[in-house]
């Protein structure tokens, strides 16, 4: 079964810098947009940033100019580079992926927690 592992959370000052990654469980061959999410207490999912497998990226007016995605299809990856983080920014963060099994599906990563508090 596929699954999507997150790593990279935890507790940062406002300011400071995190990075998320997010890896296929096993081999896959066919990996469409990967992305970023976050639900924040009390809030609805929404997303941070998206890629195509074609490199595009796209943000989420809030964190433009902060955060970077980055993918490597090879390893079938993606990363999230947060820098200049504010308490705003606290939240689960969740990897998400468009995987081509027996046809095309959008999976989940369990969630991160990122915490931004002086």
């Known amino acids: 079964q596929v699954q999507l592992v997150e790593s990279g959370g935890g507790s940062v000052q406002p300011g400071g810098s995190l990075r998320l990654s997010c890896a296929a469980s096993e081999t896959i061959f066919r990996i469409n947009e990967m992305g970023w999410y976050r639900q924040a207490p009390g809030k609805q999912r929404e997303l941070v940033a998206r890629i195509t497998n074609g490199g595009t990226a796209t943000y989420a007016d809030a964190v433009k100019g902060r955060f970077t995605l980055s993918r490597d299809n090879a390893r079938n990856t993606v990363a999230l580079q947060m820098n200049s983080l504010k308490p705003e920014d606290t939240a689960v963060y969740y990897c998400?992926?468009?995987?081509?099994?027996?046809?095309?599906?959008?999976?989940w990563g369990q969630g991160t927690q990122v915490t931004v508090s002086s």
């Open positions: 998400h992926a468009y995987i081509l099994t027996n046809g095309w599906a959008g999976y």
